[in-house]
C-alpha cells in the first residue's frame, strides 16, 4: 500500500494563496490544500429556500423542463469540447465496439433496480440505463473535472487536480486512524460508473484487490471494454449490484469509496449506502465520501442559469444538501468523522469503522 506518496506538485499549480488553507499533516501524509468555503452552510438555491422553491417550480413546468434538460446537456458538453476532450469520437467509438457483449456477461438479471434510480437523469430520458448515457460518461467525467478546475491548463491537469487531494485525503485518513493494523488489500468502489473513480483508486493502491459495483449494467461493460482494451495487470472486478444491498461478505474491505454518488441518490438511499459499507468494511476499514460540497464558495455563488440547469438535471440535489452527511455516518457506526473540501467544488468525508466492529 503506498503510504508516504506525496500528491504532485504539479497537482495544484494555480490555487492562490489566498484561496486556501493547508491542513497541518503528519510528515508521512501528503497535504492536502483545501479551498475555500462560503459563509453559508449550503447554497441558498439548495434545499427548502424561496429560491430553491421557485426553481423546483419552473423546473416542474414540463416545456421548460424540456428546453433546460437540452441546455444543461449543451454546457457539458461545449466545456468538454471547448477543452479539447473528443466527446463525439470518445462516444462513437463505444458505441460501435463490442461492447454490447460483455453487458450480457456482467449483468445481473435478478437485480431489482430501486425506484429512484429509474428516472430521468442528467438530461437522459432513461438514466443511467442507457447506452447512450454510457458512452458518454468518461467525456462527461472529464467535463465536470474541467468546470471544478477552470484554470486548469488541461484536461488531465483538472482530473489530477480533483482526484489527487481526493486520493491524499483517504490516504491521509487511513494512515492517521488504521494505519499500523489496517493495510488497504481490498477496495470497494460503489457507484464505479464507468470505472474512472475504480482506475484512480487501483492506481494509488496498487498492491489492493478492487472491486467496482454499480447498478447500471450499461456503464459496467463500457468500465470492462475499456480494461480489456488497455490491458490492465491488476484486475478490476465489476459487480452489477445495488450499493445498498451488494450481496457481498460482511467484513471483506478495507477501504469503501463513493465518489460522486451520493448527489444523485435520495437520503434514504445515502443512509443505505453508509449502513451497507459498514457492514462490508472490516473493523479499522475507512468510508471515503467525495462528492459537491454544500460549503463550497463556488457553488453557493453559482449564477442562477448555471444553478437552474444544474438542478433541472439532478432530482435529488436538495436531498442532498439537506443530508447532514457526517451525521449520518455516525448514525451507521462510524467513528472519526472528517470532512475537507478537496477542491474548489467537492469535499471528501471519510471515516473508521470502530476496531471492536462485532
Ligand atoms: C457520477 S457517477 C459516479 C462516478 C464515478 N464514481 C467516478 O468518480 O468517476 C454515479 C454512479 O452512481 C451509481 N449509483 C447510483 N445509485 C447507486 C446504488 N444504489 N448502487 C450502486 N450504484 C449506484 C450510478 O449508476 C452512477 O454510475
Not at 232 to 255: C, M, Y
Not at 320 to 333: N, P, V
Amino acid at each position: 500500500m503506498a503510504l508516504c506518496a506525496r500528491a504532485p506538485a504539479a497537482a495544484f499549480p494555480k490555487l492562490r494563496e489566498g484561496s486556501r488553507r493547508r491542513t497541518r499533516c503528519r510528515a508521512s501524509e501528503a497535504a492536502v490544500p483545501v479551498a475555500e468555503e462560503g459563509r453559508l452552510e449550503r447554497p441558498r438555491w439548495s434545499g427548502e429556500t424561496p429560491l430553491s422553491k421557485i426553481v423546483g417550480a419552473l423546473i416542474s413546468f414540463k416545456p421548460l423542463y424540456n428546453l433546460m434538460k437540452v441546455a444543461s446537456r449543451q454546457v457539458i458538453i461545449s466545456t468538454a469540447e471547448k477543452a479539447n476532450v473528443p466527446w463525439r469520437v470518445m462516444s462513437k467509438e463505444i458505441l460501435e465496439s463490442d461492447v454490447y457483449q460483455l453487458f450480457d456477461e456482467l449483468r445481473n438479471p435478478n437485480l431489482v433496480y430501486p425506484d429512484y434510480y429509474l428516472n430521468p437523469f442528467h438530461a437522459y430520458e432513461e438514466g443511467n440505463l442507457s447506452w447512450l448515457a454510457a458512452s458518454e460518461a468518461e467525456a462527461a467525467t472529464m467535463s465536470i473535472a474541467k468546470r471544478a478546475i477552470p484554470d486548469a491548463s488541461s484536461i488531465e491537469e483538472a482530473s489530477q487536480r480533483v482526484r489527487g487531494p481526493w486520493l491524499s485525503a483517504i490516504e491521509n485518513h487511513h494512515l492517521k486512524y488504521s494505519g499500523n493494523k489496517c493495510e488497504i488489500k481490498d477496495i470497494l468502489d460503489i457507484g464505479c460508473s464507468v470505472g474512472v473513480s475504480s482506475r484512480f483508486l487501483a492506481e494509488k493502491f496498487p498492491s489492493a484487490s478492487v472491486v467496482g459495483l454499480d447498478l447500471s449494467p450499461y456503464f459496467l461493460a463500457v468500465a470492462e471494454y475499456r480494461q480489456r482494451k488497455e490491458g490492465r495487470k491488476n484486475q478490476i472486478r465489476w459487480v452489477h449490484a445495488n450499493g445498498e444491498a451488494t450481496g457481498l461478505p460482511a467484513k471483506s474491505f478495507d477501504l469503501v469509496s463513493l465518489a460522486y454518488v451520493c448527489h444523485e441518490c435520495p437520503a434514504r438511499a445515502i443512509v443505505g449506502l453508509a449502513k451497507e459499507a459498514f457492514r462490508v468494511l472490516r473493523p479499522r476499514g475507512t468510508i471515503a465520501i467525495t462528492d459537491n460540497s454544500p460549503k463550497s464558495k463556488v457553488l453557493q455563488e453559482l449564477s442562477p442559469v448555471l444553478f437552474t440547469l444544474l438542478k433541472s438535471t439532478e432530482p435529488f440535489l436538495d436531498e442532498y444538501y439537506l443530508l447532514d452527511l457526517e451525521e449520518a455516518l455516525r448514525s451507521a457506526g462510524f467513528a472519526n468523522v472528517t470532512a475537507i473540501l478537496t477542491d474548489p467544488r467537492h469535499r471528501t468525508v471519510t471515516a473508521t469503522v470502530p476496531f471492536d466492529k462485532i
